[in-house]
C-alpha cells in the first residue's frame, strides 16, 4: 500500500468552509497520488479554533470548546472524504470533551475507512503541558483497529516513547504516530520513540507533524517536526530503517511504500526476532542489586 503522512501547516481559517476546501485539498492531493492511508497529525484540529476568533483562539480554555464544538462537523467532512477518495484517514487529533470518558477533555484522533467506519483512539499518558498548564487528561483505552489494510494501532505524539504502550499494540502491522512539538528536541525525542516502537514490535511506524508557527494559539504557537514512516533495519526494510521523511519544516505530503507482507516476513524470518524476543526480558525490570566498585 502507498502511504501520505503529513507535514501540516495551521492556518487561521475564515470559517467552516475554509477548512473544509483545505482539507479537501489535502486529501485529493494525496489519493492522487495514489495513497491508500492518509495520517494527519496531533492537534492539528487546533485551527478550527480561529472560526470563532482570534481572542478565542488564544485562549487555551476557550479554544477547547471552540474546536470541541467543532468536531461533529469535522468528523462528517472526514468520512465523506474517506468515502469518496475511497481512503482511510487519520484525522488531525483534537481536544474533545466526552463527559463518558472524563470531566475533562481528552487528546482524541479519529480513524475514518471507505466504509463509513469510525474509530477513535485518546491519548493515554500527557506531557507536562497538557496536564500542568491545559488541563487534558488521558481519554479511553489503547485500541487495535482491524482494517482491509491491516492491522493499525494509533499512539499520539508523547504515547510512542513508552514501550508497554507500544507492546500493548503488539499485533498491529501499522502503529500511526500523530505529533506536534514546538523544538528539535521534541521532535527527535517522538522520531526516536516511534522508530524504537518499529524496531522491537517489528512493524511500519507512520510519523505525522505539524509544521510552522500559529501566532494565534498559545497551544501549538510553534512547531518542529516532519512526516516520516520507519520499519524495522531488518530483512525487507532499508538499512536505517527509514523508509521516507520529509525535509525539517517542509509543508506537505510525504509518501512510503510498504508491504504487509515485509512485515510478516521480518516477524518470521528477520536476522533478529525482537517482537518474538520481547518475553526473555521477564523479570528484568527487577533493580539489580547494588554492585560496590569504588
Known sequence: MKIATASYPPDFLADFDAYADKITRWVAEAAGQGAELLVFPEY????????????????????????????????ALHSDLASR???????????????????????????????????????????????ETWDIVP????????????????????DSEFPLLGRALKEAD???VPSVTEALAGHSRVRIGAQARALENQCVTVMASV??????????????????????????????????????????????EVDLEAIAHVRRD??????????????RDVAPPLVPLR
Not at 474509530?119 to 499518558?125: A, N, S
Not at 481519554?139 to 508523547?158: H, K, Q
Open 44 to 75: 492539528g484540529a487546533m485551527e478550527l479554533a480561529t472560526i470563532e476568533g482570534r481572542a478565542t483562539a488564544l485562549d487555551l480554555e476557550a479554544s477547547i470548546h471552540a474546536v470541541s464544538d467543532r468536531i461533529p462537523q469535522a468528523d
Open 85 to 131: 477518495f475511497r481512503v482511510h484517514i487519520l484525522a488531525a487529533s483534537a481536544p474533545v470533551l466526552d463527559p463518558a470518558i472524563a470531566l475533562r477533555p481528552v487528546n482524541r484522533a479519529r480513524l475514518f475507512t471507505p466504509t463509513g467506519a469510525m474509530g477513535v483512539q485518546d491519548k493515554q499518558i500527557m506531557t507536562r503541558f497538557e496536564r
Open 139 to 158: 481519554g479511553g483505552p489503547l485500541r487495535l483497529f482491524d482494517t482491509s489494510l491491516g492491522r493499525i494501532g494509533v499512539l499520539i505524539c508523547y
Open 174 to 176: 501499522l502503529i500511526l
Open 211 to 256: 509544521v510552522g508557527q500559529a501566532d494565534w494559539s498559545e497551544a501549538i504557537d510553534v512547531s518542529t517536526g516532519r512526516g516520516a514512516v520507519f520499519g524495522p533495519p531488518d530483512t525487507g526494510f532499508p538499512p536505517t530503517g527509514v523508509l521516507a521523511e520529509g525535509a525539517l519544516n517542509d509543508p506537505g505530503w510525504v509518501y512510503a
Open 270 to 283: 528477520g536476522v533478529v526476532l525482537n517482537r518474538t524476543h520481547w518475553d526473555d526480558q521477564s523479570g
